[in-house]
């Protein structure tokens, strides 16, 4: 019989398995770069911020995704790993209460130490979590909202950090946000891709069923090539960034006529996708700091 003690290392270990940690960057990054660069400040905000969207945001974005996804990821071959928890059906309340237990301070805080504008995008970026994922709204099975919805969940804490800092929001910052957001929808189409067999089995719409594996990865490289043009017009050295769309295209190009019967061979190109979003971010960060310098 296991002891308490293993018992609440299993449900730990399930919980931080959830909540994506390779992915907890990429939503607490976003925030914390768009509230320090406005306001050069390390405060109870940033800190506060930066850890809400790094570990509780994520628990609840991905955790409530696996809570209602169960039925559909157990017939779902790469599901169980980085790519996605398999929770074990005792675990789905605990998850829902921790997520939910876990984020309630930190939105008090934040709501504390902002504005009305905060909390609406705050709020947003909320709402966004919960619609993908539960019954009632599931936006992740309509399609092209599903992508959407999706890349709000990343480009929205860096607009919740500008609007926390009291940025004013250039021309400059807008481009930056949008071309984020086409970055967004364009991984989240992709990464559908894989998908597509299973989904259909499943019931389950999405960007790829709707438009097919080839049509899908087309605009997935379309949406990334937009974002690379839109860096285009943001000035030097930032307008650098435009390059570090290439190896998305890239990784995607080999799977631009796959067939949809072969579609789940798109998940070599996004294997390498989790990983290369390492790279590019490091850079990102370096042109976002000599912007900053010049500025």
């Known amino acids: 019989m296991r002891s308490d003690a293993a018992v609440r290392r299993g449900v730990l270990r399930q919980l931080v398995t959830a909540s994506r ?63 996605g928890a398999l929770l074990d059906t005792a675990m789905h309340r605990t998850t829902l209460v921790v997520a939910g237990a876990l984020c309630a301070p930190f939105i008090v805080v934040l709501c504390a130490l902002g504005s009305p504008a905060s909390w609406l995008v705050l709020a947003v970026s909320l709402f966004a979590v919960a619609a993908y994922s539960v019954p009632g709204l599931r936006f992740k099975e309509i399609p092209v909202l599903d992508s959407l919805t999706s890349s709000t969940h990343f480009v929205s804490p860096a607009v919740y950090g500008l609007v926390l800092a009291g940025a004013a929001i250039s021309p400059e910052i807008l481009a930056i946000l949008c071309a984020f957001f086409l970055w967004g929808v364009a991984s989240h189409a992709f990464g559908a891709v894989q998908d597509v067999v299973p989904d259909r089995e499943g ?33 030097w050295p930032g307008a650098l960034a435009a390059v570090l769309v290439v190896p998305y295209i ?11 019967a072969d579609s789940g061979s798109a998940n070599g190109g996004w294997r390498h996708f989790l990983w290369v979003n390492y790279l590019v971010g490091f850079l990102a960060t370096l042109l976002l700091i000599l912007t900053a310098l010049g500025s």
């Open 203 to 235: 019931g389950i719409g999405s960007v790829a069923t709707a438009f097919g594996a080839a049509a899908t990865v087309r605009l997935a490289m379309a949406c990334w090539a937009a974002a690379g043009l839109v860096l285009c017009f943001i000035g």
């Open 21 to 83: 940690p390779l992915s907890w960057i990429n939503t607490a990054f976003p925030f914390a770069a768009a509230y320090y660069l406005s306001t050069g400040e390390v405060n109870a905000a940033l800190v506060v911020g930066s850890v809400f969207f790094l570990i509780p945001y994520n628990l609840a974005m991905y955790g409530i995704n696996d809570v209602f996804d169960y039925a559909s990821d157990v017939a779902n071959p790469r599901k169980g790993g980085v790519e």
């Open 250 to 260: 890239a990784l995607a190009w080999p799977y631009r006529s796959v067939s949809d």
